[in-house]
Nanobody
Framework: VQLQASGGGSVQAGGSLRLSCAASGSISRISDMGWYRQAPGKQRESVALISLGGNRDYADSVKGRFTISRDNAENTVFLQMNSLKPEDTGVYFC?????????????WGKGTQVTVSS
């Protein structure tokens, strides 16, 4: 499984960005997908997750501002980020969970930088 993320950039506080992550390869076995971020000097944290069936889970810090969605036909997961804050700055990574028999494997895309200025 290969994941290609795009859509990062620099915006002012209050602005919006939309991230995309396209999966390729053995995509039929992908279940949950999600977005994580890592700020300078901090650990990577979960931002939003979406199951194959569309169930969503968000970090408290982004609830009401970010929306995760996926297009299973296009094998793509999106993250719409509104009302961005400087604390949203970081490198955003997408993740796909690959399921084979009873095992699950995490695949990560290369990060995309999001910078929010005050």
């Amino acid at each position: 499984v290969q994941l290609q993320a795009s859509g990062g950039g620099s915006v002012q506080a209050g602005g919006s960005l939309r991230l995309s992550c396209a999966a390729s390869g053995s995509i039929s076995r992908i279940s949950d997908m999600g977005w994580y971020r890592q700020a300078p000097g901090k650990q990577r944290e979960s931002v939003a997750l979406i199951s194959l069936g569309g169930n969503r889970d968000y970090a408290d810090s982004v609830k009401g501002r970010f929306t995760i969605s996926r297009d299973n036909a296009e094998n793509t997961v999106f993250l719409q980020m509104n009302s961005l804050k400087p604390e949203d700055t970081g490198v955003y990574f997408c993740k796909a969970i690959y399921v084979y028999l009873a095992a699950k494997f995490d695949y990560w895309g290369k990060g995309t930088q999001v910078t929010v200025s005050s």
